[in-house]
């Protein structure tokens, strides 16, 4: 069973836009929270880690959340650029130990058109 | 700058043959991990290492071997490629304090 889902699936924007990423999860125990960047055919790239309780980070124009009590992520990307384009995939880690398991949303998959 | 190159880049391979995916990082990590991505799911991971000369199964190690020859090198091992081993595989390390650093893949496709 699908432990963490992603919505929307894909997701079209103009330059310039905002736009919001959701990632619901059902891993227990949820340690912490990462969002990756995925360029096409390219490996992925940490954007953020969120850890607390309630959490917040901020990485130019990146920001996350997440509530651990709901289970749910958001990743807010500000002003779009065309090098946006990209499959953002949330990933839940049950450990902080590098042992522990990491489980992987399916991603959403980001166009941001001129 | 920190790196984890993965060859080949992409690969066709014949059913029941031997198909061997190479990793290399020159980071100085010692966890290192195999993982499959299938199109429209989540990364799943096949096999890990967390130190030279040993190697522990992940979620799906069947079908796969791995071999940790040095701290550097980690590669993953199909004896028998099957038409359901095509994907996209991915290498990754990590130390205990640092992020996760991947690989840009290799894809594998089993006529």
């Known amino acids: 069973k699908t432990q963490v889902e992603q919505s929307p699936q894909s997701l079209v924007v103009r330059q310039g836009e905002n736009c919001v990423l959701q990632c619901n999860y059902s891993v227990t125990p949820d340690n912490h929270l990462r969002w990756f960047k995925q360029d096409t055919g390219k490996g992925l790239v940490s954007l953020t880690v969120?850890?607390?309780?309630?959490d917040k980070t901020s990485n130019g124009r990146y920001s996350a959340t997440l509530d651990k009590d709901a289970k749910h992520s958001t990743l807010h990307i500000t002003a779009t650029l065309l090098d946006d384009t990209a499959t953002y995939i949330c990933v839940v880690g049950d450990r902080g130990s590098a042992l522990g398991r990491l489980h992987f949303g399916a991603g959403t998959q980001l166009i941001v058109i001129p | 700058e920190a790196a984890v190159t993965q060859s080949p880049r992409s690969k066709v391979a014949v059913t029941g043959g031997k198909v061997t995916l190479s990793c290399h990082q020159t980071?100085?990590?010692?966890?290192m991990y195999w993982y499959r991505q299938d199109t429209g799911h989540g990364l799943r991971l096949i096999h890990y290492?967390?130190?030279?000369?040993?190697?522990e199964k992940g979620d799906i190690p069947d079908g796969y071997k791995a071999s940790r020859p040095s701290q550097e090198n980690f590669s993953l091992i199909l004896e028998l490629a099957s038409l359901s081993q095509t994907a996209v595989y991915f290498c990754?390390?990590?130390?205990?304090?640092?992020?996760?650093?991947f690989g840009s893949g290799t894809r594998l496709l089993v006529i």
């Open positions: 290492s967390y130190v030279a000369d040993s190697t």
């Open positions: 969120l850890v607390d309780q309630k």
């Open positions: 990754a390390s990590k130390t205990a304090n640092s992020d996760y650093t």
């Open positions: 980071n100085n990590h010692d966890y």
